[in-house]
């Protein structure tokens, strides 16, 4: 929904709520829950002044035994999502890659990985190569979160995050992060 | 009297003097001579030099080419045979019922077979060959050779879409003489100079009719110019007909043909020739009056065509085509009979050569620059590593990520849009804009640009350059903030009316759009349904530095002020910045720059400078995975839900809609899963609108999006997030099979614990998230 917001020169007679809603502000105790790192609000010289505070009266939801009876409203598994195996054009792409990768051509490595993101921008094996290559261009920090968008397309796939930790591992490894390095063999080992 | 004697005296002395000096003239005619033969040597020596250096060097500033990305085409590939239709039109593919030469298409309801031409990419060579494509609905089934045998991965060469050009705006396209057509270059001898290949430079028979002529006349009007003096003319002098230059080209020719072979100096005038102007851009070379008037390689017109390219020779303007087809076919058909006549062609080839049709395209179906907005946006990336001189001189190659198909249907829909909301509205819209980006959510590729309602019009870009307010659209920034602070999507929040007491003395008060206030509200419907109080409140409780961070770190990247009108909206950015600051939110909290460029090569396809794949993670997938939920809720039930009246509810979609202050600006950005847009609706003198962004710029995102092949937003739920059942009315802990739970995600440790009594007394609450759908997604 839109917004509508207007200035006004003089402060409307709110006065006794005022007090209330600097502290309810300030404090966000009434209508906020608890926040764990609670922010200075950045123009101490604000005054908030409450207007019209309604009680809700709200009933408690009934329960129906055996039958679904809610429908999610966003949907969690959409099921019209039709079977994605990798294609051809990108098993050759990746294959292609490989080659070039082998034969120690990072650049034309990536632009070929490139090629199949664009076909496939969801296959982790494109995140996964692609990391491996900025990682042998010595590109630490772009290799670890090509990484770590490779983990965020394979979440509950225990395996390949297993994979992908461990590529996170040994790319700080490599980039003297020893601490990050150790942090993200930990995760690897949790799969 | 006195003033005559003094006259005659004067006239005596002159008289002395002349005889004085003639005998000195006499003494000095053989040093005169000498003097002038000498500088007559250097002169010409200098000319030499000049002639040589400018034919042996780089003998044109040629344009920096702008390319659209090839279209890769495989097995699986969704594309509908319409959409393959626009891409090979914008080819200039020739539709036949049999194709037998490269630049042919055939089509039938489900299949395509397709003659390639073939491309020198930088990474590898595509062949010419002809491709068998079968289709099932929108989808690519089968890719073949003509030999039946499957094939993987193929691309089509990509579409030239425009050009940098130098200041004077001359475009060129560069062939090789043996890239010429035999017909053309006859045709152009027999029109222009029948001794071509005998003469040595100049034409005596020639100069001495054209004296001829220009005595009759009294003054200057013909040339007597062969194709070398044309030449010379053209690339070394300037265009008055004066008898200096003329005198002057004479001794250029003979120097020119003295040094270089016929082959050489016809290919350097097929190259150099005026042939068209296109508003600023000069046509220049038969390579690009080609594609201008026929929007086809040379290699592939047809005889007649290259007759009337040849007659253009004489006056491109008088004998425009477009303009004037009559005298283009006059000429055309002149052409043709000097080939019959000298007996290159036969009599039937001639006859039905004269019979045919110009078939000059429209200029409307050109793509060289049909979309300066995008090409806007490619120059000012490329201005960041090239000179201008580079750009327009050394004949780079620039490939693009623009997507012809994408940008030819969120054109199609925004003018629609725009169109029917001046009919529904009146006079109140008179004049209303819009512009559109479309980029790939996963890579951060720019797809498509609009900058204004004459979609090719190369004026004010409001793609980029527009900065209005973005109402509305800032809203995910402040409930990131709030649920990187401990807040989750059942938090209540308050949104009861309140004024604000700045120090300036000035009293802010916000307003619902609907002028009521929703008293206790749970976060996630406050964002979905887009409540002004309750995210003033919010935003104030976070801060306003809190918020900027996280505009910051969602994308953009200039100084904001922390003004509360902040947190409605008051900020104006481009459509650009909205563009990157969704993308963060659709590529789970990784930002990555908008890349309208992929490559740039030199004239020769080596690589200069390669724009890859970069991303940083700046919000947390955790955060970010709650944040989608709710913009996957606007796009339900919220203030987007009118999606779905066109688009399957089978695509997810996330979006947020804005409209700011006084209704000046209608906006929606949002996502599939394979397609981001962003759309403004406005007026260019700020006046209100008579719409929102839900009824304006919504209407228009809808509209490209259902005519896109569109993959669902998977909001794949990160490690560390559980699903909840939670009543919607209390923002409390429920169960399944209690009414009016829904399953709503949480960071582990954050959720909810307090339960309903429908819970308490009943059984399970959480639920794992379904990964089963995710994991056919690869199987």
């Known amino acids: 929904m839109p917004n509508s917001f207007s200035f006004y020169t003089t402060a409307k007679p709110f006065q006794r709520w005022s007090v209330v809603g600097l502290i309810c502000v300030i404090s966000a105790c009434s209508t906020t829950p608890q926040i764990t790192q609670m922010p200075t609000p950045s123009s101490p010289t604000i005054v908030i002044t409450e207007k019209s505070p309604e009680p809700v009266v709200r009933p408690d939801p009934v329960y129906i035994p055996s039958e679904p009876v809610n429908k999610a409203i966003v949907p969690q598994s959409p099921t019209s999502i039709t079977q994605e195996q990798q294609s051809d054009a990108v098993i050759a792409l990746l294959d292609a890659a490989e080659q070039s990768q082998q034969q120690g051509d990072y650049q034309s490595a990536q632009n070929t990985l490139q090629r199949a993101q664009r076909i496939a921008p969801r296959d982790p094996e494109v995140y996964y190569k692609l990391a491996e290559s900025h990682r042998d261009l010595e590109d630490y920090k772009l290799a670890e979160h090509v990484a770590l968008k490779g983990v965020s397309i394979v979440q509950g796939q225990q395996q390949q995050l297993r994979r992908f930790w461990l590529l996170i591992a040994q790319i700080n490894m490599l980039a003297g992060n020893d601490e990050a390095a150790k942090k993200a063999q930990q995760t690897a080992d949790r799969y | 009297m006195a003033t005559k004697k003094v006259t005659k005296t004067s006239r005596k002395a002159k008289k002395t003097t002349e005889a004085k000096s003639s005998n000195k003239t006499l003494g000095l005619l053989p040093k005169l001579i000498f003097i002038f033969l000498f500088l007559s040597v250097l002169g010409l020596a200098y000319l030499d030099f000049h002639i040589r250096a400018q034919f042996e060097g780089k003998r044109w500033a040629v344009p920096a080419k702008v ?113 010429a057509p035999d017909e053309l270059k006859q045709a152009l001898i027999a029109i222009e100079d029948k001794s071509f290949y005998r003469h040595p430079g100049i034409s005596i028979r020639g100069i001495s009719r054209a004296m001829l002529a220009n005595i009759k006349a009294g003054r200057f009007i013909q040339g007597g110019s062969t194709l070398t003096q044309q030449l010379i003319k053209n690339f070394y002098l300037t265009a008055d007909r004066t008898l200096a230059r003329k005198l002057l080209e004479i001794p250029m020719a003979l120097l020119l043909e003295l040094h270089y072979s016929k082959e050489e100096i016809l290919e350097a005038y097929l190259n150099e020739v005026y042939l068209g102007q296109e508003g600023s851009r000069a046509i220049h070379g038969f390579g690009l009056a080609a594609q201008y008037y026929f929007a086809r390689p040379i290699s592939e017109l047809t005889l007649p065509q290259l007759a009337m390219l040849a007659g253009l020779v004489k006056g491109p303007s008088y004998l425009n085509p477009r303009q004037h087809p009559e005298r283009a076919l006059a000429r055309r058909n002149l052409v043709l009979s000097e080939l019959y006549k000298q007996e290159v062609i036969d009599k039937p080839t001639y006859l039905e050569a004269s019979q045919s049709k110009l078939a000059v395209v429209k200029q409307a179906s050109l793509l060289k620059g049909a979309y300066p907005a995008y090409l806007d946006l490619v120059k000012r990336q490329l201005r960041e590593d090239y000179d201008e001189k580079d750009l327009n001189s050394e004949g780079l190659r620039v490939f693009t990520n623009l997507n012809p198909i994408s940008q030819s249907k969120a054109e199609k829909a925004l003018v629609k849009t725009i169109e029917s909301l001046e009919k529904h509205y009146g006079e109140k819209v008179g004049g209303l804009q819009g512009s559109m980006i479309v980029t790939e959510p996963q890579t951060g590729e720019v797809l498509a640009v609009i900058g204004g309602r004459e979609t090719r019009y190369q004026g004010f870009n409001r793609a980029l350059d527009t900065e209005r307010p973005i109402g509305s659209l800032v809203k995910p920034a402040v ?301």
């Open chain 2, 67 to 179: 390319y659209a990305r090839p279209l890769e085409l495989y097995s699986g590939l969704d594309l509908s045979i319409d959409d393959l239709k626009i891409e090979l039109r914008g080819l200039g593919y020739k539709f036949v019922n049999k194709a037998i030469s490269p630049g042919q298409v055939e089509l039938s309801r489900t299949r395509a077979i397709i003659h390639t031409r073939g491309f020198q990419f930088s990474d590898g060579s595509e062949p010419t060959q002809k491709l068998m494509l079968s289709f099932s609905g929108s989808k690519i089934t089968k890719l073949e050779n003509y030999h039946g045998q499957a094939i993987a991965l193929t691309r089509l060469e990509p579409i030239l879409v425009g050009g940098i050009y130098p200041l004077n705006n001359e475009d060129r396209d560069l062939i090789r003489l043996e890239e």
């Open chain 2, 479 to 779: 409930y990131l903030t709030a649920l990187e602070n401990g807040y989750h999507l059942a938090s209540p929040l308050d949104d009861s009316p309140f004024e604000l007491l700045m120090e300036s003395g000035l009293a802010w008060q916000p307003e619902n759009f609907d002028h009521q206030s929703h008293g206790n509200v749970q976060l996630h419907y406050a964002l979905s349904r887009s409540y002004n109080l309750s995210t003033a409140r919010l935003g104030m409780v976070l801060g306003l530095t809190n918020v900027i961070d996280t505009l910051q770190r969602l994308g953009v990247n200039k100084h904001i002020d922390p003004y509360p009108s902040l947190l409605l909206g008051a900020q104006g950015l481009s459509p650009l910045e909205i563009a990157t600051m969704y993308q963060t939110i659709a590529s789970n909290g990784f930002q990555m720059p908008l890349r309208a460029i992929r490559l740039v090569t030199d004239s020769s396809g080596q690589a200069l400078s390669r724009y890859p794949f970069q991303l940083e993670q700046t919000i947390d997938g955790k955060t970010i995975h709650l944040l989608q939920y709710i913009l996957q809720e606007t796009a339900r039930v919220g203030t987007a839900r009118s999606i779905y009246y066109s688009i399957p509810d089978s695509i997810n979609i996330a979006g947020k809609t804005g409209t700011s202050d006084q209704q000046r600006d209608s906006w929606f950005a949002g996502f599939a899963g394979n397609r981001l847009a962003v759309t403004w609706l406005g007026l260019d003198d700020n006046q209100s609108l008579p719409f929102t962004g839900s009824s304006g710029a919504l209407r228009a995102w809808t509209e490209y999006m259902s005519k896109e092949v569109l993959t669902p937003f998977i909001a794949a739920a990160p490690e560390g997030i559980d699903y909840l059942w939670i009543d919607q009315q209390t923002g409390l802990v429920s169960a399944e099979n209690c009414i009016g739970a829904q399953p709503m995600p949480f960071i582990i440790g954050q959720a909810p614990t307090e339960k309903t009594d429908c819970a308490r007394n009943n059984v399970q609450e959480f639920i794992k998230p379904s990964l089963d759908w995710f994991n056919r997604w690869f199987r």
